[in-house]
């Protein structure tokens, strides 16, 4: 009994936790989501299964855990607000480029996309799990169309359509295996081209250009 709550005290520390996050992600990109056992996670861990059920009810809590952490670091990335904003959108798409359009980024979603045939509703939960705005970008539209040079409505949509024209051909390309590495340069060229685009057909009647 004493050495079970040690292990679970020690499960607590961030370190531990980090490396059965880390275990279970390179569990499920090699073998899939159902394939993996929470035997294999632990094995590679270097803990019990037992530790893991202490902290994670279920292999999809586990697995849910993992979108979490794509999740929580594009939610990190803000807009400047000290730059104009063609520089302040082209710096947070490119920011935003890098992470979702990185290879932990792509290999996850590529993971999730690979149970379909076996789960729809594990995509299903996974997306509404994964689902929600940028709420930094969704920020900076609304105050931008506050102040009256730009008219953004819905605030969401509008949002998903920058990210997409910004970002869409390229994600599509890399999920297909077809682009083994992110074209910086090209990346940079649509990511400016879709800005001007954007804040050029979202300008209000008489608006100065931003």
Sequence with gaps: ?????????????????????????????????????????????????????????????????????????????????????????????????????????????????????????????AEQHFGGGILALDSYLARLDAEGRHRFAPLDESARMLMGMAFGAFHHERLMGLLPHLPEAALRARIRRSVEIFLAGSRRDGGAPA
């Design 1 to 125: 009994m004493t050495e079970d709550l040690a292990e679970a005290d020690r499960a607590c520390e961030p370190a531990a936790l980090e490396r059965i996050c880390a275990a279970a992600e390179a569990e499920f990109r090699e073998h899939g989501f159902h394939a993996t056992t929470m035997d294999a996670v632990a094995r590679a861990a270097g803990c019990s299964k037992k530790t893991i059920y202490k902290l994670f009810l279920s292999k999809e809590a586990l697995f849910f855990r993992l979108l979490d952490r794509v999740k929580a670091r594009a939610q990190q990335i803000e807009v400047r607000q000290d730059l104009s904003p063609q520089a302040a959108l082209e710096d947070f798409l490119w920011r935003m480029g890098l992470l979702l359009l990185g290879e932990e980024a792509v290999s996850t979603l590529r993971m999730v996309l690979g149970e379909y045939s076996l789960s729809p509703s594990l995509l299903e939960a």
